[in-house]
Every structure is written in C-alpha cells, then in structure tokens.
C-alpha cells in the first residue's frame, strides 16, 4: 500500500534536499579557488614562455658565433692550403733549377776531365 504523503512532508524532503546539496557561496567559493589555480598556471605558462624565449635568443647568439668562428677557420685553412701549394710548387721549381744546375756542372766535369 502507497504511503500518503502530505505537502508538509514533502517541503521537508525539498528542504533537506536544500541543505545538502551545495549552496551558491560554496560553489563561488569553489570558482574562486580554481580560478586562483588557474592564474597561477597561467603565470607560470608566461614566466616559461619568456625563459624559453631567452634560452633560444641566447643559443641563436651562439650558433651565430660558432659559425663565424668555422668560417674563419675554413678562411684560415684555404690561406694553409694555398700557401702549401705555393711553397710546394716553389720547392719543385728549385730542385728543378739544381738539377740542371749539378747536370751542367757535371757535364763541365766530364769536359774538363777529357780535356
């Protein structure tokens, strides 16, 4: 059999009802603190932004120096190599000259020596 219940008893569910479930202050509340959280995020999303943003302005600076340096050093390397080549091409034109220098003088022997 049905229970009757009466609007009297029915406003008292309502009103537990009420009471248990969250008032408004407690869910601004609530709000208030994730949006607390929720700035703090965000501050720290900025500060990383901005040292992230320095560290690649500082390793642009420094990629910029290593490839300065490497290029003075491949400058530096051609100069190496240009003058090894000239030194090189010196040095074979001299033992070139001695030779027909000693073969001459030994030619002069040779004719000295019939003589």
Not at 24 to 32: S, T, V
């Amino acid at each position: 059999m049905a229970k009757k219940i009466t609007i009297e008893n029915l406003a008292l569910m309502v009103q537990k009802g009420f009471e248990e479930t969250a008032k408004k202050d407690d869910i601004d509340k609530r709000f208030e603190q994730v949006d607390k959280r929720f700035d703090k995020i965000e501050a720290e999303i900025v500060d990383l932004k901005e040292e992230m943003h320095e560290q690649f302005r500082q390793l642009r600076f420094e990629i910029k120096q290593i490839w300065s340096k490497l290029e003075e050093i491949e400058q530096r390397l051609g100069k190496i190599s240009q003058t090894s080549k000239e030194d090189a091409d010196a040095l074979a034109s001299d033992v070139f000259d001695l030779r027909q220098r000693v073969e001459f003088l030994e030619n002069q022997i040779k004719e000295l020596r019939r003589a």
